[in-house]
């Protein structure tokens, strides 16, 4: 891993913390430049609260943990949460998403597996690969292991990148606490967070790790 350009498309703000933060770090840390591409703005997570007022608090608390990491930049795209395909389509979403793929030239992608637990995370698989193929853009396309649930059979197949993340995860964990609107969702995904980043770390006889797996466009 050297100087990238590295752009993390997710589907809520979080996803790129979950999934990625602890690499995200390192690689800003290398001196690469990180730009986030989040398609919604989890509005769905404020059950009880005005749409407004979800929107802002959500996307102010992934801002500040981004800060944290040092991502350079971040757009929120907003697609309505449980309608990413129908929607990315009435609203160019794929358009907007190449012409950013195509402005940055990013080294390397990630995003969320195809075969993810979460219906807006495979949709976002699905999209990225259509921007992606749409941008032209030549990269190397990795997603990351599935946020709400296990691994995967197919991902067990897959080719798997560790990423040593012993150094940064203490980042990340602080990061994951800026997320205040998420109290319930927080504590099990991130536990649930540390625990996989310990056992991918014993694999490779490291403290904490993050795991990718790399996609072949064809
Ligand atoms: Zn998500």
Not at 65 to 77: R, W
Not at 91 to 110: F, G, H, N, Q, W
Not at 136 to 161: A, D, H, R, Y
């Amino acid at each position: 891993m050297g100087k990238e350009t590295v752009m993390f498309i997710g589907a809520h703000p979080d996803d790129e913390i979950f999934g990625a933060g602890a690499t995200l770090a390192k690689l800003k840390e290398k001196g690469s430049k990180v730009i986030v591409v989040i398609l919604s703005y989890g509005e769905l997570s404020g059950i009880l609260a005005k749409k407004d007022y979800v929107i802002k608090t959500r996307v102010r608390e992934d801002k500040k943990a981004q800060e944290m990491l040092g991502i350079d930049k971040s757009y929120y795209l907003g697609l309505r949460e449980g309608h990413f395909l129908e929607e990315a389509e009435m609203r160019d979403v794929c358009e907007r998403l190449a012409s950013l793929i195509k402005d940055y030239k990013p080294t390397m992608i990630i995003t969320h597996g195809s075969r993810d637990i979460h219906p807006d995370h495979r949709a976002t698989f699905k999209i990225t690969v259509e921007s992606l193929k749409k941008s032209g853009v030549k990269t190397k396309l990795f997603t990351c292991q599935n946020i709400w649930g296990p691994e995967s059979s197919k991902e067990k197949k897959l080719g798997k990148m560790f990423v040593d993340v012993s150094k940064e995860f203490q980042k990340k964990w602080q990061a994951l606490k800026e997320f205040k609107s998420q109290k319930i969702a927080w504590f099990f995904l991130s536990w649930a967070t540390y625990i996989r980043a310990r056992v991918n770390g014993w694999r490779i006889r490291k403290k904490y790790a993050e795991v990718f797996y790399r996609m072949k466009m064809e």
